[in-house]
Nanobody, 111 residues
């Protein structure tokens, strides 16, 4: 299993980013996919989940309305669209599948 995140970077408050996670080594379409994040000094937390069947999504209340998770099974890729970012969104964002983690992509929200 290999998960490779990309798309992070520096963004100003109120800005947007789209993260990508390219998956390989397993049948991507058969598995739920998750995005997590870990801010400095804090525990890793769930950002979004997309199910393998029906594209059903789940977001913690703190994320609802600001993030959108999607997947492209033909490309073995899961995406995280983040809007209206604020400094509290600064973290390393990780992709997860079946308990496997990518290396993460850092997001910094700062003016």
């Amino acid at each position: 299993v290999q998960l490779v995140e990309s798309g992070g970077g520096l963004v100003q408050p109120g800005g947007s980013l789209r993260l990508s996670c390219a998956a390989s080594g397993f049948t991507f379409s058969n598995y739920d996919m998750r995005w997590y994040r870990q801010a400095p000094g804090k525990e890793r937390e769930l950002v979004a989940l997309i199910a393998s069947i029906g594209g059903i999504t789940h977001y913690p209340d703190s994320m609802k309305g600001r993030v959108t998770i999607s997947r492209d099974n033909a490309k073995n890729t899961v995406y995280l669209q983040m809007n209206n970012l604020n400094p509290e969104d600064t973290a390393v964002y990780y992709c997860n599948a079946m308990g496997h983690w990518g290396q993460g992509t850092p997001v910094t929200v700062s003016s």
